[in-house]
């Protein structure tokens, strides 16, 4: 079983940046892919970005494709978010998840609970 935590969200404007990280205990992150989704109010979750156990595989959403970069630290069992040119429509809570293979839906096994990313204009 692992645990995940999130944190790193906040208030930012329009154009500014943030960097998320999911922290994992129990089990090492290494055993496990993790993606990025988000879940803005009065909408269903949706994929954001997602890395392979070994790194050597990232895929992310079309809308934020070039913007966002996720990232893993096997030694400190953390996987990043970094969000650059954050709009308004980025504004969700952000949850990262954990699961044995790779994917882009919403079928992982371990969730987090999630921290509030809100870009202002």
């Known amino acids: 079983q692992v645990q995940l935590v999130e944190s790193g969200g906040g208030l930012v404007q329009a154009g500014g940046s943030l960097k998320l990280s999911c922290t994992a205990s129990?089990?090492?992150?290494?055993?496990?892919?993790v993606g990025w989704f988000r879940q803005a109010p009065g909408k269903e979750r949706e994929f954001v970005a997602a890395i392979s156990r070994s790194g050597s595989t990232k895929q992310y959403a079309d809308s934020v494709k070039g913007r966002f970069t996720i990232s893993g630290d096997n030694a400190k069992n953390t996987v990043y978010l970094q969000m650059n040119s954050l709009k308004p429509e980025d504004t969700a809570v952000y949850y990262c998840?954990?699961?044995?293979?790779?994917?882009?839906?919403?079928?992982?096994?371990?969730w987090g609970q999630g921290t509030q990313v809100t870009v202002s204009s």
């Open positions: 998840a954990a699961r044995d293979g790779f994917s882009v839906t919403l079928r992982y096994d371990h």
């Open positions: 129990g089990r090492a992150f290494g055993g496990y892919a």
